[in-house]
């Protein structure tokens, strides 16, 4: 366990130094801030997807789901195009990014909990039942945003798209501050209640069995996701495959149930994944295709892959 | 129950004929010119508007729809699986592809060289899917469209990364969007073959439906089964690539119409065929009507329409308790 | 004791336990039997609150059930459901550790340990306690699970058809570590059981449901008797005398 995260820690790093040195000739007054913030926002943003992703498939009882699976990803979108559509243009644009991000956040964690209680429920319908209107919801969000862009004013589409689809390469410092603290804040919630989470996974009726209190503890679990899923979207819009990809990784590098150990490792993991993908993008593709596309099929392959592997034992 | 299943059948096929015989006709009314009905036969103009415009779109619009729906009710008998639609199977996102590489490859490719190219995709990316599906020891309901979907995401992103890299990345965005409003004479015809392909799933609906009971049963009446599963994916697939190459993918129509109409009529596929390709007429019928409706003289793209309203519908269904779906 | 005050339940118009009032005792073990659909599960879960009443209450040595902490109610219940939900990669020890979360919050005091081991001990899993549970064997993770609700220390455990998947052999030990339990630590051991010969064998007092109704309840004695449980399950039935033990036959 030590070793796994020593040598995680290492690889991030390494990763690290090279985003930051890779091709640089010279001009280092000039790339090293640029290269310094884009490294932020990738390990911000994998720190908030990994733990995310852990936190909610403990909640879920699932090692396939994902909140992006699940279409909080495509939620946090539809909220931000609601208020641009619905304030206008102007309106958007004079608000500063940091009170359109805690707005969006907001109503993102008061409509995911909506969300989660409306397909959750009560807990009495089955787990595939709960994925699929999760898909479907995530559908439903994504193509009312789309039906938006269509009918809303082609100002507010300009000031929505800029809002929505950073890249990692171009991002307003002061919300990756922002993003920056909030990560902190609900990362070290998750790490408080790592011991609950443990016992989460004993399923509702076992958890209540040891004296957990189950609905308070998943709430806020959930309350959790929504805020870190907002976090790494308004930082650079949906990633959909990597939580999946790096909670999985992590579960096997750990080989333990404890939140303590794979929250830290899947974060770790997260981070190395995207800052390589990004030098490689970079200096191997030569900016040719999206971290995220380049994520969704790396991590589509490893997840069919292992849906395979596990249904044979 | 069989007779009474038998009569709702009946009744329910009249009342979808019915439903997409009204919905055509508002089709045929609705667009940006005024269309003067009086002076269709005696005003050359508004004939032409007629002839050229409108009817090429309700045909469109019918064809599209109907082929999508009964390509989803044809794979969900042959898997067995109520959740499997082109949506959910990578067949659509396999399509797509295929169109993106019939253009970089060759430039002026007709519109059949296209479509060929897209079939070849679509039917690989499907048994692909059922290559992975056959693998999944673990044969719950779920799993296998979440596979579909994961497989779909693959190819939507080699797409993009190959469009990316193209800079086709706005003309792909056009193609995965099902819109109707370039739909003129000359320009939708190909989906007379999809027609066709809809037709042709009812001629073989009977081996399909003895396929669909499994490999075992199958054999023991003497079917080849293989040959009968290829023969429908085929149609399926071919279905899809002619509806994605010439108006754009239509989501979730092959998963919710199918659904619906067996939840009514059963699974006799000769019973469940024809009601679900008016079903899937009628759906977009309406859904293009609303598109072309809300922001008139402007249109929304019919699949943003189908998405909302659709998901919207398979949504409240999953969601209601007790209900089929609910079991799985 | 625990004691219920006319608890119902109903799930869309159908009532499934119809104002049950009774008092389980602090001690000795209690059988719950009855056909399916009697509402014995169903009874169980609102008594352990893992389900919400209609109506009534459950009151455990001065605690409401429902509405106390629920860290309160877990130091003093353990409940074991037969469906329980195994946890991916978890080893026997932790999972039984979770066991003292009411006790520890999951910061184990030598206490804790001590009540780990003694309950891995107990339940003959010491040798394997390092293992995964999705490695052993059927028997042996249902053992894991009565390990972990021995771990909780409770002055009542509540089981509901533990012996489901379990062999012969397998279900007899369990039945005979209940009963030890039962005599050497005082624990009050509640089960809803399907096979009534189990519950003849090995309970003190036995209650047997119909309908959502208590319809017999008292010693082995006194319910497994021809009359009565051909009353509660609406079928013929033999009891012969084996040993001094009372055993029902109920195959022709």
């Known amino acids: 366990m030590r070793r796994v995260v020593l040598a995680l820690t290492l690889a991030t790093l390494g990763a690290a130094a090279l985003l930051l040195t890779w091709g640089v000739d010279g001009h280092w007054d000039f790339a090293l801030p640029r290269r310094l913030e884009t490294l932020a926002a990738l390990v911000i943003v994998g720190a908030a997807v990994a733990v995310a992703t852990v936190v909610f498939q403990t909640v879920t009882a699932s090692r396939i789901l994902t909140p992006s699976i699940m279409g909080f990803d495509s939620l946090y979108v539809l909220v931000a195009t609601l208020i641009v559509w619905s304030t206008g243009a102007a309106t958007a644009l004079a608000m500063p990014p940091l009170a359109l991000f805690a707005l969006n956040t907001g109503v993102m964690l008061g409509a995911s909990l909506l969300l989660f209680r409306a397909v959750i429920g009560d807990g009495t319908r089955g787990l595939y039942t709960t994925v699929l209107a999760g898909v479907i919801a995530g559908t439903l969000f994504s193509s009312i945003s789309g039906f938006l862009f269509r009918v809303m004013d082609p100002n507010a589409f300009d000031v929505l798209m800029a809002d929505l689809f950073a890249s990692f390469t171009s991002i307003d410092t002061t919300l990756l501050a922002v993003g920056a603290v909030v990560l902190t804040a609900a990362v070290a919630g998750a790490f408080a209640m790592a011991r609950r989470l443990d016992v989460l996974a004993l399923g509702r009726d076992g958890a209540i069995g040891v004296g957990l209190d189950h609905r308070r503890t998943v709430m806020l679990a959930m309350a959790l996701v929504a805020v870190l899923v907002s976090v790494s979207t308004a930082l650079v819009g949906p990633v959909t495959f990597l939580g999946l990809l790096v909670a999985n990784l992590a579960y096997r590098l750990t080989g333990t149930h404890r939140h303590g150990a794979n929250l830290l490792v899947a974060m770790l993991v997260a981070a190395v994944a995207l800052v390589l993908g990004q030098a490689l993008l970079q200096h191997v593709l030569a900016f040719n295709g999206t971290l995220g596309s380049l994520i969704s099929l790396v991590g589509g392959v490893v997840f069919i892959a292992m849906l395979i592997k596990e249904s044979r034992r | 129950m069989t007779s009474l299943r038998g009569r709702t059948a009946a009744v329910t096929l009249g009342v979808a004929a019915a439903v997409v015989a009204l919905l055509a006709v508002a089709s045929l009314a609705v667009g940006a010119a005024t269309l003067d009905w009086g002076a269709v036969l005696t005003d050359p103009e508004q004939l032409r508007l007629v002839t050229v415009s409108r009817i090429p779109r309700t045909a469109a619009v019918i064809l599209a729809g109907a082929a999508m729906a009964v390509a989803g009710l044809i794979m969900q008998a042959l898997t067995r699986n109520r959740y499997?639609?082109?949506?959910?199977?990578?067949?659509?996102?396999?399509?797509?592809?295929?169109?993106?590489?019939?253009?970089?490859?060759?430039?002026?490719?007709?519109?059949?060289?296209?479509?060929?190219?897209?079939?070849?995709?679509?039917?690989?990316?499907?048994?692909?899917?059922?290559?992975?599906?056959?693998?999944?020891?673990?044969?719950?309901?779920?799993?296998?469209?979440?596979?579909?979907?994961?497989?779909?995401?693959?190819?939507?992103?080699?797409?993009?990364?190959?469009?990316?890299?193209?800079?086709?990345?706005?003309?792909?965005?056009?193609?995965?969007?099902?819109?109707?409003?370039?739909?003129?004479?000359?320009?939708?015809?190909?989906?007379?073959?999809?027609?066709?392909?809809?037709?042709?799933?009812?001629?073989?609906?009977?081996?399909?439906?003895?396929?669909?009971?499994?490999?075992?049963?199958?054999?023991?009446v003497g079917l080849p089964y293989r040959a009968t599963l290829a023969a429908g994916l085929g149609v399926a697939s071919f279905a899809t690539a002619v509806v994605v190459v010439t108006v754009g993918a239509i989501p979730f129509l092959g998963l919710i119409v199918p659904n619906v109409v067996t939840l009514l009529v059963g699974d006799n596929l000769r019973r469940a065929l024809p009601v679900t390709a008016l079903g899937g007429a009628a759906l977009v019928l309406a859904c293009d009507l609303i598109g072309r409706l809300v922001i008139h003289p402007y249109e929304i793209p019919v699949s943003s329409v189908v998405g909302v309203l659709g998901a919207g519908v398979l949504l409240a269904l999953i969601l209601r308790k007790g209900n089929r779906f609910a079991r799985a | 004791m625990i004691t219920l005050d006319s608890l119902t339940k109903s799930y869309d118009d159908h009532l499934v336990v119809d104002g049950v009032s009774l008092e389980l005792p602090s001690a000795g073990v209690t059988s719950i039997i009855g056909p399916n659909g009697a509402g014995k599960s169903t009874l169980l879960s609102m008594v352990s609150r893992l389900l919400g009443v209609d109506a009534g209450t459950v009151d455990l040595d001065?605690?409401?059930?429902?509405?106390?902490?629920?860290?309160?109610?877990?130091?003093?219940?353990?409940?074991?459901?037969?469906?329980?939900?195994?946890?991916?990669?978890?080893?026997?020890?932790?999972?039984?550790?979770?066991?003292?979360?009411?006790?520890?919050?999951?910061?184990?005091?030598?206490?804790?340990?001590?009540?780990?081991?003694?309950?891995?001990?107990?339940?003959?899993?010491?040798?394997?306690?390092?293992?995964?549970?999705?490695?052993?064997?059927?028997?042996?993770?249902?053992?894991?699970?009565?390990?972990?609700?021995?771990?909780?220390?409770?002055?009542?455990?509540?089981?509901?058809?533990?012996?489901?998947?379990?062999?012969?052999?397998?279900?007899?030990?369990?039945?005979?570590?209940?009963?030890?339990?039962?005599?050497?630590?005082?624990?009050?051991?509640?089960?809803?059981?399907?096979?009534?010969?189990?519950?003849?064998?090995?309970?003190?007092?036995?209650?047997?449901?119909?309908?959502?109704?208590?319809?017999?309840?008292?010693?082995?004695?006194?319910?497994?008797?021809?009359?009565?449980?051909?009353?509660?399950?609406?079928?013929?039935?033999?009891?012969?005398?084996?040993?001094?033990?009372?055993?029902?036959?109920?195959?022709?």
């Open chain 2, 84 to 220: 499997v639609a082109p949506t959910t199977a990578g067949t659509i996102d396999a399509a797509g592809l295929g169109v993106l590489v019939a253009v970089l490859l060759f430039a002026g490719a007709s519109v059949m060289a296209k479509i060929g190219i897209a079939l070849v995709f679509a039917f690989a990316g499907t048994a692909l899917f059922l290559l992975l599906v056959e693998r999944l020891r673990l044969r719950e309901m779920i799993m296998v469209p979440l596979l579909g979907l994961v497989l779909g995401g693959i190819f939507r992103a080699t797409t993009e990364m190959i469009a990316y890299r193209a800079n086709l990345t706005q003309t792909v965005q056009v193609w995965m969007n099902g819109d109707f409003s370039g739909v003129i004479e000359g320009r939708y015809e190909t989906l007379w073959l999809a027609g066709a392909a809809a037709a042709a799933a009812y001629l073989m609906a009977h081996h399909l439906t003895a396929a669909g009971m499994g490999r075992e049963i199958a054999t023991s």
């Open chain 3, 62 to 252: 001065g605690l409401d059930v429902h509405r106390a902490p629920s860290r309160e109610v877990a130091r003093r219940l353990a409940i074991l459901r037969q469906d329980s939900h195994t946890p991916a990669r978890i080893t026997v020890r932790e999972l039984v550790e979770l066991g003292r979360h009411p006790h520890s919050k999951g910061r184990l005091t030598p206490a804790c340990h001590a009540a780990v081991d003694a309950a891995l001990a107990r339940c003959d899993l010491a040798d394997l306690d390092r293992r995964g549970l999705h490695e052993l064997s059927g028997g042996q993770r249902q053992r894991a699970y009565v390990a972990m609700v021995l771990a909780q220390d409770t002055r009542y455990l509540l089981l509901d058809e533990p012996l489901n998947s379990l062999d012969l052999v397998h279900a007899t030990a369990l039945m005979q570590l209940l009963r030890t339990l039962s005599d050497e630590h005082g624990t009050s051991v509640v089960l809803v059981l399907h096979d009534i010969n189990y519950a003849s064998v090995h309970s003190d007092r036995i209650i047997a449901m119909r309908d959502g109704r208590v319809v017999r309840d008292g010693t082995p004695e006194e319910v497994i008797t021809e009359e009565a449980l051909s009353d509660v399950y609406g079928a013929p039935f033999r009891v012969h005398h084996l040993d001094g033990d009372r055993i029902a036959a109920y195959y022709r």
